[in-house]
């Protein structure tokens, strides 16, 4: 039997791509798309999109030239992100948690096992910080890339907000949630070209918004199954509140989190993915998309490899003492290229 080289680059990339993915809400929703580059940089299109009428032209005289849409590229470096796990002589050495007491896997056998279950979480954790850059492309606008030897902010110049108060916080049984998401929807079909088909919602104001005097009798709950919206598969976090028909948006509340360790690493909180008080009025059809750059990585014969995908593994060897590591590399970036395809709405101060 000819040996296998677990730890080659296209043995990892082949197993890395096998594994099981993990939803996310917002990613999965907005950024549908997905786009590797093979430069260590991204560019992206935005079309200057018009209302132009075709001209009237008289029979005789013939076809009027127009101008051609105009576009700006603008280009993005995304931030590599890279967690690894290590493997020690201990590790294949004992018996791992869940492990028959009786089991009898070899040391190389318990090798291979850790190694499929290290990919695992850290693909779950890029994962994980994927869904967050989605989060904040959405809610804020940019992307603050923070770690160690990193701070800088991702501009997407988002202007469609809004912050409400007075009467007309959604707290206040005077204001109009109703109206506020119908004119919402429409500043969207105006600056964005686009029809706007769904509404996420922080859990403060889905509580909020349900006991509304004004959207109690408006809101459809009673029937679950609309469209092809099945709750009992929607992603862990993600609850499905009813539709407005009049205004064809179907209502969703988020509940997801994150751990803040990094605004401050002494005091990690626990935060939610969609700001308290907040509410996104936007288009599941929008053009957006997951970008990733190429990872340069050290190859199997010890020189540098450039790789164009979504996740590029690696491994390495120490000694003294014996460990082995093995890294998930990855450089995403979201990308609203139709930066006016949603609206955000501040509606509980």
């Known amino acids: 039997m000819p040996n296998i080289d677990l730890f080659s680059t ?5 197993l890395v791509e096998r594994l099981p993915k993990p939803k996310t809400f917002l990613r999965d929703t907005f950024f549908k798309n997905h786009e590797t580059s093979v430069t260590p940089s991204v560019e992206v299109d935005f079309v200057k999109g018009g209302r132009k009428l075709a001209p009237y032209v008289h029979e005789k005289i013939g076809g009027k030239i127009v101008e051609n849409t105009g576009y700006t590229t603008e280009t993005f470096k995304p931030p590599l992100v890279a967690p690894n796990k290590v493997t020690s002589a201990a590790d294949i050495m004992n018996r791992s948690a869940g492990e ?9 056998e318990r090798a291979i096992r850790k190694v499929a279950t290290d990919f695992n979480e850290l693909e779950d954790m890029i994962t994980r910080r994927e869904e967050f850059m989605c989060a904040q492309a959405l809610f804020e606008g940019k992307i603050d890339v923070v770690g160690e030897g990193l701070s800088r902010v991702i501009d997407f110049s988002f202007e469609n907000k809004e912050t409400l108060s007075g009467t007309d916080v959604w707290n206040n049984n005077a204001s109009d949630p109703l109206a506020d998401l119908k004119e919402a929807k429409r500043t969207i079909q105006k600056t964005g070209s ?3 088909d769904i509404v996420i919602m922080s859990s403060d104001v889905a509580d909020v918004f349900i006991q509304h005097p004004k959207v109690k009798d408006l809101l459809d709950v009673r029937n679950l199954q609309i469209g092809k919206i099945d709750p009992q598969e929607l992603p862990n976090g993600a609850t499905y509140l009813g539709r407005l028909t009049n205004l064809g948006l179907d209502l969703y509340e988020y509940n997801e989190f994150y751990l803040d360790d990094f605004t401050d690493e002494e005091s990690p909180t626990v935060k939610s993915m969609v700001p308290e008080g907040t ?3 936007a288009s599941s059809s929008a053009q957006n998309k997951m970008a990733y750059a190429a990872v340069t990585i050290m190859g199997d014969d010890d020189s540098f490899e450039t790789i164009e995908a979504e996740r590029i593994p690696e491994a390495w060897a120490e000694r003294r003492p014996a460990r082995q590591f093995v890294q ?3 450089k995403p970036l979201p990308i ?3 930066v006016n395809s949603w609206y955000l709405l501040k509606v509980i101060g």
């Open 194 to 196: 686009i029809n706007p």
């Open 279 to 281: 509410v996104l009025v």
């Open 328 to 330: 998930l590399n990855s």
């Open 10 to 14: 296209r043995n990892m990339l082949e």
């Open 336 to 338: 609203p290229a139709e």
């Open 100 to 108: 028959n007491p009786y089991s009898t896997q070899t040391p190389a």
